[in-house]
């Protein structure tokens, strides 16, 4: 843990002489949603490979930028692209930019991912505002010794996504007259393979409404670093168990984009608002 902690303490010491401003507010933006980075004003684009110790993002939809800058007039640090599970990192490097962020003054974590439907309610397209989630990932990133100074050894998750910040987002999303946006309950799986039919009905068994591969590890880190967390999902397919058609990645990127312009106005909604 000192030699991660070590880490954490370099890139912060980075970051602090290169950004404008500390940050309010820290974003993640998830698989195919790289796109609104570009919307930030009074942009610090630093790519991760020259931030030290940052991980590397192996995957061809996260662009990997850590961009500062300001949206509605507030200060922001976005991360464009993240870490996944199944590229290798434990879940504790996969978080260390969300430590970072926090050390640096980020009082509050928007993370968004592209997730696959559970509830057969919802369709392709459909906006989900985590208001729970379930860990399937074989790992924690608190796991070890604590850092006290981070954090307390057993944070409270009883609520893991800022009930505030749901109600304000839901709230947005009804004024502005933004389709498909509802709230359910995440699960987060190791990937990268895919789920099967039996696995789907399990998930949807255990209550979930959406299933991806991320998103958790970054939430538990920011609770721990006493930060308010709001989480929203594209559901980019909906899965069917009795008539489990395969699905493409590529597929699942293209329907993702095509609702990053709606998750875009919600954004900046409740950004406005907060």
């Not at 991806?212 to 970054?218: I, K, L, Q, R």
Request: net charge negative; glycine share 8%.
């Amino acid at each position: 843990m000192e030699i991660f902690k070590q880490r954490v303490d370099d890139a912060v010491r980075f970051l602090r002489e290169r950004m404008p401003e500390p940050p309010e507010i820290a974003l993640v933006l998830g698989t195919g949603l790289s796109g609104f980075g570009d919307r930030l004003e009074a942009q610090v684009v630093l790519p991760y490979a020259e931030i030290p110790h940052f991980p590397m993002s192996t995957v061809d939809s996260h662009a990997g930028n850590l961009i500062f800058g300001r949206l509605c007039g507030r200060p922001v640090a976005v991360l464009q692209g993240r870490f996944h599970y199944y590229e290798g990192y434990s879940a504790r490097d996969l978080t260390m930019p969300i430590r970072a962020l926090a050390l640096l003054g980020a009082k509050t974590l928007i993370v968004s991912n592209s997730a696959g439907g559970l509830n057969p309610a919802f369709a392709p397209g459909t906006l989900m505002v985590l208001r729970d989630h379930l860990n399937f990932i074989p790992d924690n990133p608190l796991r070890g010794p604590n850092v006290e100074a981070w954090g307390p050894r057993f944070p409270d998750l009883s609520a893991p996504y800022d009930q505030r910040l749901i109600d304000t987002i839901l709230a947005c999303a009804a004024r502005h007259g933004i389709a498909q946006v509802t709230a359910g309950v995440y699960v987060a799986i190791p990937g990268p393979s895919l789920e099967t039919p039996a696995e789907t009905r399990y998930l949807r068994q255990c209550g979930a409404d959406a299933v991806g591969m991320s998103t958790v590890p970054e939430v538990i880190v920011a609770i721990h670093a006493g930060m308010r967390v709001l989480g929203i999902s594209v559901v980019s397919n909906v899965n069917d168990p009795d008539n489990l058609k395969p699905i493409i990645i590529e597929e699942i990127i293209e329907e993702t984009k095509r609702a990053e312009d709606r998750l875009a106005r919600l954004l900046l909604a409740i950004l406005s608002e907060m």
